[in-house]
């Protein structure tokens, strides 16, 4: 299968800071990547589509100006949480459609954040 | 885009083959159906896709109907390590319509000693 790497793993931040998280592609180029966010025991939560080279399409609900999201390049895709408050810690999962593998998607590892 | 209806949980023990069924009554012509797998505290991992009768890799087995309607993931002699939730996902890959990948609940499968 494809890798999907995110970094970092786990942050902790302060409230009213921001926070960025990175997600790459190391193994096939994505012109689409996702951003989920994940409560405890509960399911994925879809928060935006990235496309490389364009503006990111949020879902609804989902505050554009609080989730910056960025894909610069075809393997890499970043979420900056600004502003950052409690109620924004969270799991927070990439996910890369492979091109050329099928269009399958992959996940990455998923990236803690704690905001206190 | 196909809403998929699962079991909430399922309940094995070692050694045994374990079937996860998923409805998903309004597939469309273009739809495939992908399974993955979660642990918690990871993103979800690729397990299997499929289209149409039946697809097998190294992990797990994939079985269709000849209507779409449902699918099942057959995981063969389960162990301990095989506990975490499973979600059956449809939509198709090659169009925009793919980039909403809507997660259901999934089903929380637990394997005993």
Redesign the interface.
């Known amino acids: ?1 494809a890798v ?1 790497s ?1 970094h970092p793993s786990r942050v902790i931040c302060k409230s009213g800071t921001s926070v960025k998280i990175e997600c790459r592609s190391l193994d096939f180029q994505a012109t ?1 990547m ?1 951003w ?1 966010r994940q409560f405890p025991k509960q ?4 928060m935006a ?1 990235s496309n490389e080279g364009s503006k990111a ?1 949020y879902e609804q609900g989902v505050e554009k100006d609080k989730f910056l999201i960025n894909h610069a390049s075809l393997t890499l895709s970043t979420l900056t949480v600004t502003s950052a408050h409690p109620e924004d810690s969270s ?1 927070y ?3 890369a ?1 492979a091109t050329g593998k ?9 990236s ?1 954040l704690t905001v206190v | 885009l196909a809403k998929t209806t699962q079991p909430i949980s399922m309940d094995s023990y070692e050694g045994q083959e374990v079937n996860i069924t998923c409805s998903h009554n309004n597939i469309a012509t273009n739809d495939y159906i ?1 399974w ?1 797998q979660q642990f918690p ?6 397990i299997i ?1 499929g289209y149409k009768t039946k697809v097998t890799n190294e992990v797990a087995s994939l079985f269709i109907p000849a209507d779409r309607k449902s699918s099942t993931l057959s995981l063969p002699r389960v162990s301990l390590s095989d506990t975490a939730v499973y ?1 059956c996902l449809v939509g198709d ?2 169009s925009g319509g ?9 089903t929380r499968l637990a394997v005993h000693p």
Do not use: D, H
């Open positions: 299968g999907v995110q689409t996702f989920y399911s994925l939560m879809l589509t399409t799991f999962i990439c996910s459609r099928g269009n399958t998607i992959y996940f990455g590892e998923g803690w | 992908t993955y505290s990871q993103g979800p991992r690729f896709q979600y890959p090659f793919y980039n909403k990948l809507i997660f259901g609940a999934g």
